[in-house]
Nanobody, 125 residues
Framework: QVQLVESGGGLVQAGGSLRLSCAAS????????MGWFRQAPRKEREFVSV????????VYADSVKGRFTVSRDNAKNTVYLQMNSLKPEDTAVYYC??????????????????WGHGTQVTVAS
């Protein structure tokens, strides 16, 4: 059983940056694809990004491409989401997710077996 704990959320002005972290435990970290979803008020959870187990492949939602960067440190069992040029529409609870094998097209919440509790990101205009 994999446990995921996010940190790094907070309040930031539009145009600013935040870095989210997700610490994983309970599994062989490098064998898991790690990703991020987000959920804004009154909206469905949406895919943000995913990274393969060795970090060699990344996928981004069109809405964050060029602004967000996902990375991982397998020695620290941690995945990161660097968020730059933040916009008010990025305001959401951000969830760290994991699945056993990387699949390029895994963009649905149902594709991921493990979820963190989420961290709030609020971007003020």
């Amino acid at each position: 059983q994999v446990q995921l704990v996010e940190s790094g959320g907070g309040l930031v002005q539009a145009g600013g940056s935040l870095r989210l972290s997700c610490a994983a435990s309970g599994g062989t970290f490098s064998s898991y694809a790690m990703g991020w979803f987000r959920q804004a008020p009154r909206k469905e959870r949406e895919f943000v990004s995913v990274i393969s187990g060795n970090g060699g492949t990344t996928v981004y939602a069109d809405s964050v491409k060029g602004r967000f960067t996902v990375s991982r440190d397998n020695a620290k069992n941690t995945v990161y989401l660097q968020m730059n040029s933040l916009k008010p529409e990025d305001t959401a609870v951000y969830y760290c997710v994991a699945r056993r094998y990387f699949v390029y097209s895994a963009h649905s919440p149902n594709d991921y077996n493990y979820w963190g509790h989420g961290t709030q990101v609020t971007v003020a205009s």
